[in-house]
């Protein structure tokens, strides 16, 4: 089998992917093909030898994966070959094949894709574990998410939002507060430029929050431990900044809050009952459209040093996921006896290759709320587009279409396209993303929370990734679908522009 190695510790760029052996089945253990890897911070700690388990050399990273039953181990009597699940393998995840003993195996419900199941547990169970049986998270409690953006930290958003707390998101730049924004994030802080504290004060008019998800520790903590409410909860989930902070125990004393730790894998262990209550209720908000992980983007095999290493650089919004093998998934007949409509999966390694939704009948939309759309195929802004944008809307002004100019006088000496012009290409986009069977008509109503975030300049390649945040059915009979668009530039990190748009369907 083909195999993603770390014979020495160090760096992402040490990984080799190579042909090695099945590995040896035990008998309390399943063989799985794995289809999906979901990347985790521990994948870039276990490959340094910096992580509380140490697997001896060689191994394979990834603790998180979806994929079929191939052999069963003999005293196994709860699976069976073909078997549709996700497990948690701790390493060993980015190869083929990986033996995982039974008890950290699971069932995908029908209805799951694997794609999706493969990133479901680690960081909604640690956010949840962490919110709802240590700080009892209350409906109109405010929330701090520091590494807001990051996978724990997206989890932390959106199960904060649905347990109906408020939630303050933190991050180090304006494109991941942005994605927070998007996954409903009330309000949020840039740590980057923003003193975390006064900027807390400001938002909470002095109150501070009742419970702080700390995912990165360094210095932040002390400051966001300042900032806990009278009787709140200090969450200490991660250290994603490498720094452990040691910060004087009088500040509890004086908040008179509780610090907790977050070790979620022992309480999946210690506690498994308990934890699989939270699993059932995560999996009831899957199902039901109301939780899904974002997909910061798909890797293939060969690709897995480059998500690790994005990881590392602070890349990776939401989850990166590692697909060794496609899944081909069709959700069964929807109960309101209309036919399927499914998200479709292309199998190309190609990560411009995303999901496009097909919508057969307009009532099938509800079940795909949290849907990822896209990314589409990378079209090229040229001079001509932005000449005829200029001369349709009159909009002259010589940034724009004196070429000449623009190449003494600009810094990188290209003109830039009006920020209309990309903004009025989401229609375009999105339409290539959305395949609509059995409606009478679809089109674009209204625009909400418009950002511009950076330019796009002649010749510069952009696409559109879209996330399906809400539907609402209207009195009339059509549906209003609430779409967190983004138009990304390629090879630049700053998206171009993101928005909710409005969308409805007859
Ligand atoms: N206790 C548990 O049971 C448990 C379970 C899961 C994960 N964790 C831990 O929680 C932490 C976050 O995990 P995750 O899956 O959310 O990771 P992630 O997706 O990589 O997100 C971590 C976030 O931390 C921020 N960050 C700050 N300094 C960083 C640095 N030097 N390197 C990388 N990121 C940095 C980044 O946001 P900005 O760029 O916006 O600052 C990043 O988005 C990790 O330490 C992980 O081991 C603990």
Redesign the pocket.
């Known amino acids: 089998m083909k195999a993603i190695i770390c014979s020495q510790y160090g760096g992402p760029e040490l990984l080799k992917l190579i042909e090695t052996k099945i590995p040896e089945i035990g008998e309390d253990q399943v063989l799985i093909d794995v289809h999906y890897c979901g990347v985790?911070?521990?994948d870039?700690?276990i490959i340094q030898n910096k992580y509380q388990f140490k697997p001896p050399l060689p191994f394979s990273p990834g603790g998180e994966i979806a994929g079929i039953v191939s052999h069963i181990g003999r005293r196994v009597n709860n699976f069976k070959v073909g078997d549709r699940v996700v497990a948690l393998c701790g390493w060993g995840g980015m190869a083929e094949q990986v033996c995982v003993k039974a008890t950290h195996v699971f069932p995908i419900p029908s209805s799951l894709d694997m794609l999706n199941a493969s990133i479901c547990m680690?960081?909604f169970g640690?956010a949840f574990?962490a919110l709802k049986n240590k700080a009892q998270l209350k409906a109109g409690q405010t929330v701090l998410v520091l590494?807001?953006?990051?996978?724990?930290?997206?989890a932390a958003i959106m199960i904060a939002k649905l347990m109906g707390a408020s939630v303050i998101a933190a991050?180090?730049?304006k494109e991941?507060l942005a994605y927070c924004k998007m996954l409903a994030a009330d309000e949020t802080i840039d740590?980057s430029t923003e003193n975390l504290r006064d900027k807390i004060k400001e938002i909470t008019s002095n109150r501070g929050v009742e419970v702080v998800v700390d995912?990165?520790?360094?210095p932040l903590a002390e400051e966001a431990l300042k900032s806990v409410s009278w009787n709140g909860h200090y969450l200490?989930?991660?250290?994603?900044?490498?720094i452990i902070p040691q910060i004087p125990f009088n500040l509890a004393l004086l908040k008179g809050c509780s610090v907790h730790g977050?070790?979620?894998?022992s309480?999946a262990e210690k506690e498994s009952n308990s934890n699989n209550t939270n699993f059932i209720q995560i999996i009831q908000w899957i199902l039901q459209g109301k939780l899904k992980q974002h997909i910061h983007q798909i890797y293939s095999l060969e690709e897995a040093p480059k998500a690790i290493d994005d990881?590392?650089q602070?890349k990776?919004?939401g989850?990166a996921v590692i697909q060794i093998k496609a899944e081909q998934f069709s959700s069964p007949t929807i109960n309101n006896g209309i036919n399927s409509s499914e998200l479709t999966k292309k199998t190309n390694k190609s990560s411009n290759d995303g999901h496009k939704l097909i919508i057969n009948g307009k009532d099938a939309i509800h079940q795909f709320i949290g849907s990822n759309i896209g990314p589409g195929k990378w079209i090229t802004i040229t001079q001509k587009m932005i000449n005829d944008f200029a001369s349709t809307t009159q909009d002259n002004q010589w940034v724009h279409i004196d070429e000449v100019k623009a190449a003494k006088y600009l810094p990188e000496g290209k003109t830039v396209a009006h920020g209309y012009l990309t903004m009025s290409m989401v229609s375009h986009l999105l339409f290539e993303l959305i395949e609509l069977n059995e409606v009478n008509s679809f089109y674009n109503y209204g625009l909400n929370k418009a950002r511009f975030i950076n330019p796009v300049k002649v010749n510069d390649n952009i696409r559109l990734k879209a996330i399906l945040e809400n539907v609402e059915s209207q009195s009339n009979g059509s549906i209003k679908l609430f779409l967190s668009c983004i138009i990304e530039i390629e090879g630049i990190e700053k998206p171009a522009y993101v928005a909710e748009i409005i969308s409805i369907i007859n």
């Open positions: 985790n911070f521990p870039t700690l680690y960081t640690t574990y590494g807001a953006g990051g996978g724990v930290g997206s991050a180090s730049n991941k740590y995912t990165i520790g360094g200490i989930v991660g250290f994603a900044s490498g977050i070790f979620w894998g309480f990881m590392i602070r990776i919004n989850k």
